[in-house]
């Protein structure tokens, strides 16, 4: 597949270049509508809706000692803002910024080309399948707001022909360490971003190598720092993927009747199938790591290397009831054929040591309501498909290819290691993907009618060259 490895955005002309300069009015509008977002997301989700993985980060926050069963930059990070204000408010107002931020650059950006509709943009923000999850202080949020607003700010650059300022480039970087830091499973969407940020530079603009060489340099500086800045002294591991793999050793005991799980375990729950079949369910681990036979987490490095073994050993010797498990898990967490989204967010802050609280109030209480009045919103495969018909369409139009292939490739390549390694039908383990999606339908729409306005204005006339990278 081409993509325009040796056009630099910098020596394109305005006609064909990345996305055509022109000055317009009404910028008052995208601020009132974002500034208006922001606000309305304040008074819904104040002081930050906590679950129980919030209230466990926040509490290695307060100890200074970081639990890596989550990635601990999120905790680590949490511990600064808590010394300026104590709670999730801090965490909450970031991540609130970084949304409307970036929904506000990303209009500014594409009014350039297609003139004032692109005011109304930010108005996105207010769909229930982005807004609802903002409230909860989450690492799946703090990485999709920060990969959003880090995109936006290069589509913007991007929109003006022109490379980053220093500003802008120090934004882009610490937001890719950070995005890393809270959720290192990212690191297989970042190397996209990252390329598209050279292009958008206009380095090596005749060298695809040389554009790769640095990408993998970018992505090897981000991945050293992110793990760098917290200390090694204060994480405690635990490997966060023992859940996965006693949940796939459970769904090949269940389907074949041959017990593969490891000793420790066994140990706990007997070796009875018809027990073993009721702490089985599609979507989630829950039944079996923190049910009747709990706690069977473990930190012993002699257990972990016996379940990793029984974990190897059970998929090459049932590899077909492997697959049709992680099918069916994967199935679920798109929620493809389901008639309702996954349980995820939810209005509330658990009980906690710290005594905070929230209060529900008309906002909350409407978008609390979202998902069981309106389910497609919250649906990844939707967002999935609608986003693969935006790319399609732009490379058959020929507009903004580069992009699209990135930011695209960006969201499915976040989105197949889920196949293996998603615990749960949680559709905010995605939630990244549905910025990509709905960022690439808005261009796509938009060019599609910024041509067909052209062909109804100009008559016979033949219409403006589009856009290509």
Partial sequence: MQVDANISPRSTNTASGALAQRRIDSSWLIFVICFSGFLFSLLAFFP????????????????????DWHPV???????????LYAGPALMLMQNLCLYWGAWCLLAHSLKRSYGNIASLIPLLGFLPGTLYLLGEIWKDVCFATS?????????????????????????VLLLSIFSFGVKTNGITAMPFM????????????????????????????VVLTATLAVPAKDIV??????????????AISVETG???????????????????????????????????????????????????????????????????????????????????PATTAAPVIVDNPWGFSFSANSFSQWLGNQPERHPAFFFPWIYILVMLGAIIGLFTMKAHRLLAFTMGASAVCFILPHFIIAPASDFRYLYY????????????????????????????????????D
């Fill in 48 to 67: 930050g809706w906590m679950s129980p993985d919030s209230v466990g980060q926040y509490n290695d926050a307060k100890l200074g000692r970081y639990v």
């Fill in 73 to 83: 930059m999120m905790a680590w990070w949490w511990a600064k803002l808590d010394k």
């Fill in 147 to 171: 990969m959003f607003f880090a995109w936006s700010i290069l589509i913007n650059a991007y929109a003006q022909n022109r490379g980053l300022g220093w500003i802008e480039r120090t934004f």
């Fill in 194 to 221: 990252l390329y598209f940020w050279i292009y958008v530079e206009g380095w090596f603009p005749k060298s695809t190598l040389q554009r790769l060489v640095t990408c993998a340099v970018l992505c090897v500086a």
């Fill in 237 to 250: 591991k635990t490997s966060p993927l023992q859940y996965t793999k006693t949940y796939d050793l459970l």
């Fill in 258 to 340: 041959d017990i593969v799980l490891p000793e420790y375990i066994i140990e706990r729950t007997g070796t009875d199938i018809e027990a073993l079949k009721k702490l089985y369910i599609v979507g989630s681990n829950n039944p079996l790591f923190y049910g009747t036979y709990a706690p069977i987490m473990t930190t012993d490095e002699l257990k972990l290397g016996l379940l990793h073994q029984a974990w190897i050993t059970a998929i090459a010797k049932h590899p077909k009831a492997y697959i049709r498990h992680r099918l069916a898990h994967f199935r679920e967490l798109t929620r493809f054929g389901s008639p309702y």
């Fill in 433 to 468: 993907s549905y910025f990509c999606s709905i960022s690439l339908t808005l261009i796509t729409a938009l060019e599609i009618l910024r041509r067909t306005s052209l062909i109804y204005f100009r008559g016979k006339e033949a219409p403006l060259q589009p856009h290509v």
